[in-house]
């Protein structure tokens, strides 16, 4: 039985940003249901408060494949926060999951906070969180600091105006989540779930050594992009889903099952 791919984004950003690569991930994997989710306080859910605790975030989720009759197990994609959410899920519930791709995350305590966001873009995030909704200005912050790819982010910037204007998240949504993420403490142990860690050496919101501390400490696969941005699945798509079908296919090879 194939499992349902999960997508989980990262801080105040929802569904609506996976763009082109949900598409990608969709050709590669015809046979599999695909649901991109949004956390409460983002996209869909943007009149909600937030949570401030990650396993908050995670009954949510859950609660929401419920509701959709999505049945497990599931294969979780989550980026940034959503992949604190994917973690705390894998170590909560391992038997609802077949496998984590966790891409450019952080976690306590594996993680120095000077490691988990970079100090100097404090004065930026703080700004974007406590002023009202500039539109493209906002999105253009955002994309500095997320994308290393100009042309990817040039290409996105309409439609990620478009969703800020039309699903806003509130300052306090976005404070709220913020507290979730800085609070959240990862398991000393790793789930028991098959992980991918999946980071960027040009991330300037989350030092790459977050992922690679993650991956010596539990022994997970690795893969790292020479190049890309905090929004890894933006600035290199292809890449991305490369990654997982060879991690895939090792597993396939390993096991002698296809999950």
Not at 14 to 43: C, I, K, M, T
Request: proline share 7%.
């Amino acid at each position: 039985m194939s499992s349902a791919w999960i997508l989980l984004r990262g801080l105040t950003r929802e569904s609506g940003h996976w763009g082109a690569f949900a598409g990608l991930l969709r050709q590669r994997h015809p046979e599999a249901h695909l649901v991109a989710l949004d956390l409460p306080g983002n996209g869909a859910f943007n009149g909600q408060a937030s949570p401030t605790r990650i396993e908050a975030m995670t009954t949510r989720c859950r609660d929401q494949l419920r509701a959709q009759g999505v049945e497990p197990p599931y294969r979780l994609l989550a980026m940034s926060m959503g992949a604190m959410v994917a973690v705390d899920w894998a170590a909560r519930a391992p038997r609802e999951l077949g496998g984590c791709v966790l891409i450019n995350t952080s976690l306590r305590p594996i993680s120095p906070w000077y490691w988990r966001l970079r100090p100097v873009n404090y004065a930026a995030l703080l700004s974007l969180a406590l002023t009202p909704n500039l539109g493209d200005r906002h999105e253009r912050t955002i994309l500095r600091l997320t994308s290393h790819d100009p042309a990817a982010a040039a290409g996105v910037l309409v439609d990620w105006t478009r969703l800020r204007r039309t699903r806003p998240v509130s300052p306090a949504n976005a404070l709220r989540q913020l507290l979730a993420a800085a609070r959240y403490r990862a398991p000393v142990t790793p789930p028991a779930v098959p992980l991918l860690v999946l980071t960027s050496r040009g991330d300037r919101l989350v030092d790459s050594r977050c992922s690679l501390e993650l991956a010596q400490r539990w022994g997970t696969d690795i893969a790292v992009h020479p190049s890309a941005g905090h929004d890894l699945t933006l600035d290199d798509a292809t890449w991305v889903v490369d990654r997982i079908d060879q991690w895939l296919a090792a597993r396939r090879l390993s096991t002698g099952v296809a999950r």
